[in-house]
């Protein structure tokens, strides 16, 4: 019995003297520059502003070597008359000489810039990354900035990524869609991390803060339905009026304001933050996945006849705005491809009936987290 023990015991030793050993050590020395797996301004979400660099910092201390990139796409208001827009993507990349995937994430500080006594909560967490991770979020200063923070481990890296100004219902598919991007190119081996060191670091060019290019409006074709070519003349039915869910708050209010603005003959523009005329953002409505399924009714005087039926959208990947899914007119469903309407652009789709009622109802079908934005509906008898 007691020989039983004694073996159980040295099994344990055993297990442990060899997990401790599990992890070489990289001397800094051969450790690459981490600034090689941190974000570039290609891989920025694309909020309709120019991003600009405003850190850049590498230093090397005793175990480790750190890369801090920070960047923000800025624009002011106009003398009360329009809102601040302002962004800002912040990225640490830490390498170590020791694995420190057993370690504890640190929390967020409590103090940034002026502002201090930070609250922070954790948030879910829809997906994981690396080793281990840690997502939290809070707001800033008088205007509620809000700030998401996400951290994660990966043998001997850690990563630290923070948004400020995205609204929380964009925020975490950007979050983890940039940490994904940094995540997968971390070395898997201690034979490629020493391997990167011959890495050069790319120089980044600053970019000035300018107007996106203008992209050319084309249709791509979807699986099934829509888009097809539009009725030719410019004959409409116009509904009486219609019910719909309010329209959400994200960095504007996507709101109809009046109860007509999707039947009233006006288009935004492939920038849903321009003012045309009526203050940013007008011409759109929009809904998170908070509101699913997005069901709109129209009701007409008498029975209306319709062939086909026309709907205004934008898809903007980098703010959170997608095509949706399904789209289901009187009970009929189309699908669509996510690229129904291209990347940055807004876009007439047209859904053929024939469809005939007094009330023809449309229903949005959201393709996932993010919003569904939509300007204009029109009906071609």
Not at 14 to 43: K, N, R, W
Not at 51 to 61: E, G, I, R
Not at 270 to 295: M, N, R
């Amino acid at each position: 019995m007691k020989a039983k023990h004694l073996l159980i015991l040295l099994v344990t030793v055993l297990v442990v003297a060899c997990g401790q050993g599990s992890s070489p050590l990289v001397p800094v020395a051969e450790l690459p520059d981490p600034a090689i797996y941190a974000l570039d301004f290609t891989e920025l979400p694309d909020v309709g502003l120019g991003w600009q660099q405003t850190y850049n910092q590498t230093s090397t201390a005793e175990g480790y070597k750190w890369s801090y990139l920070a960047y923000q796409a800025y624009e002011p208001g106009n003398l009360g008359i329009e809102m601040e827009s302002g962004f800002a993507v912040n990225n640490d990349v830490v390498l170590y000489e020791d694995d420190m995937s057993r370690e504890d994430l640190p929390d967020p500080p409590n103090e940034m810039g002026g502002i201090k006594d930070i609250t922070w909560k954790t948030a879910p967490q829809s997906s994981r990354v690396g080793d281990k991770s840690a997502v939290w979020k809070t707001t800033l200063g008088e205007m509620l900035t809000p700030v998401w923070w996400l951290e994660f481990y990966q043998d001997h890296a850690y990563v630290r990524l923070s948004l400020l100004g995205f609204p929380d219902q964009i925020a975490p598919s950007i979050l983890y869609g940039m940490a994904d991007l940094i995540s997968s190119r971390l070395p898997r081996s201690v034979e490629q991390l020493r391997s990167d060191a011959a890495t050069s670091v790319p120089v980044q060019t600053f970019l000035p803060a300018t107007s996106p290019p203008e992209l050319i409006a084309t249709q791509s074709i979807t699986p099934t339905g829509p888009p097809a070519a539009a009725p030719t003349g410019t004959v409409q039915v116009t509904p009486l009026y219609y019910t719909a869910p309010p329209g959400e708050i994200g960095m504007v209010a996507f709101a109809d304001e009046t109860g007509t603005q999707l039947t009233d003959g006006v288009v935004g523009s492939d920038d849903i933050l321009a003012d045309q005329g009526s203050g940013s953002a007008y011409e759109w409505v929009g809904w998170t996945e908070a509101t699913e399924p997005v069901t709109i009714t129209f009701t007409f005087q008498g029975i209306a006849e319709i062939a086909a039926v026309e709907i205004g959208m934008n898809h903007r990947d980098g703010l959170g705005i997608f095509v949706p899914e399904w789209v289901t007119i009187n009970g009929e469903p189309f699908e669509l491809a996510p690229d129904a309407v291209p990347n940055n652009q807004r876009t007439d789709l047209i859904f053929e009936g024939p469809f005939s009622g007094e009330e023809i109802e449309v229903v949005l079908h959201h393709r996932g987290r993010g919003w569904i934005l939509i300007d204009e509906l029109r009906f071609h008898p």
